[in-house]
């Protein structure tokens, strides 16, 4: 089937933009946050705001941002003289759209995850490093990121599954198009069930991401074993 070979590209597409970008933008907002910053509570739940509302509503907030006519984002980049794209109406650019919305709406929940993480690193470390002349960089990339490993590991795998898993952001936003350039796997479950009515074939689909998910997570867990060697 060719709709099955589009929607794997694009669902392995979507997730290698999210997933790493997405926990590395998350990751530097928790970093910022766990800093001793005047209205830090208030930064805190602005940020994780989006993770817990209505995914219709952002659907609805972002169509508007990309509107290319009167949407804010082209209307930004044409005071720089940059002409912006057809956002979600363009084969080129449909994906890249739904991948930002993800990352911009995920990043609040694994900020909250990654920040439950470095407030368990004990300050021990960090003190005994800087007597040993350790800058900033340096305590972040050898005793922050170490440290963190475990947390890092749950975001990413969870990260992974909710990737492969999307479908709300898609439905609402594109439906798939235009042309399948936007459509995912769990969209083409949806429509062979429900709106081809092929429960057998949805049935197969389902059974496809499930062993995709399962490989994905067992191989995770045989190299997280390998990372904390490494560290």
């Not at 930002?100 to 407030?119: R, T």
Request: aromatic share 16%; hydrophobic share 50%.
């Amino acid at each position: 089937d060719k709709i099955i070979g589009i929607t794997l590209r694009n669902t392995f597409v979507f997730t290698l933009i999210t997933v790493p970008i997405g926990m590395a933008f998350s990751l530097l907002l928790a970093v910022f946050l766990d800093q001793k910053l005047a209205m830090r509570r208030f930064y805190r739940a602005a940020y994780f705001l989006p993770s817990v509302t209505s995914m219709v509503a952002v659907a609805i907030v972002w169509q508007w941002l990309y509107n290319p006519e009167f949407g804010l984002i082209n209307y930004f980049l044409s005071l720089v003289g940059i002409k912006g794209p057809n956002w979600l109406s363009s084969s080129s650019t449909s994906l890249l759209s739904l991948a930002i919305v993800s990352i911009w709406k995920g990043a609040g929940y694994n900020m909250m995850l990654f920040l439950a993480g470095l407030q368990g690193i004990s300050t021990s470390y960090y003190e005994a490093s800087e007597l040993d002349g350790a800058n900033k960089w340096k305590q972040f990339i050898h005793i922050t990121l170490p440290m963190l490993s475990p947390t890092t590991f749950f975001i990413f795998v969870m990260s992974i599954i909710s990737s492969f898993q999307v479908f709300d952001t898609v439905m609402l936003m594109t439906s798939g198009g235009p042309g399948r350039s936007s459509s995912v796997l769990v969209h083409y479950l949806y429509q062979s069930a429900f709106q081809f009515f092929s429960m057998g074939y949805a049935c197969a689909i389902a059974y496809l991401l499930f062993f995709i998910v399962l490989t994905i997570t067992v191989l995770n867990m045989r190299f997280e074993k390998h990372i904390k060697e490494i560290f």
